[in-house]
């Protein structure tokens, strides 16, 4: 019984601490790693083939205001997304894309779901 506990106490007095400060400090991540979605909104066709192909029905397509009218582009509810990047994988031009990004703490999840114009 004093196997764990002995063991405990010299990582706690005698070891290094394994924690980090964050945001401050960050590990490196994987290659494979998979985060934030971003959009080119210059590219986007508005083909809807992201919001079809998600399996979780997290893509949205909403109107957003451009240099060439109404067009419709995808919303995406972070707080939902599976980060499978399937979306990305059919978007046509590759405007839509995974990023190594995961600043989105949140304490009110309705704050990640993201308008076209803020997937930056
Ligand atoms: S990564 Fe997957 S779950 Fe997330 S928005 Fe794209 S298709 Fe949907
Ligand atoms: S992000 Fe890509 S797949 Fe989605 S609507 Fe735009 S062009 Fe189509």
Known sequence: MLGPLAKT???S???KRYTTEFPEHREPLPDSYRGRLRLDMDTCISCSACA???????ITMVKVLTDKGD???????HERCLFCALCEEVCPPKCLTLTKS??????????????PEELD
């Open 9 to 11: 106490l010299k990582v």
């Open 13 to 15: 007095l005698l070891e």
């Open 71 to 77: 067009k419709i582009m995808p919303q995406v509810g």
């Open 102 to 115: 995961y600043d989105y703490e949140t304490y009110d999840k309705r704050e990640l779901v993201t308008r």
């Open 52 to 58: 079809i192909i998600c399996p979780n029905k997290t």
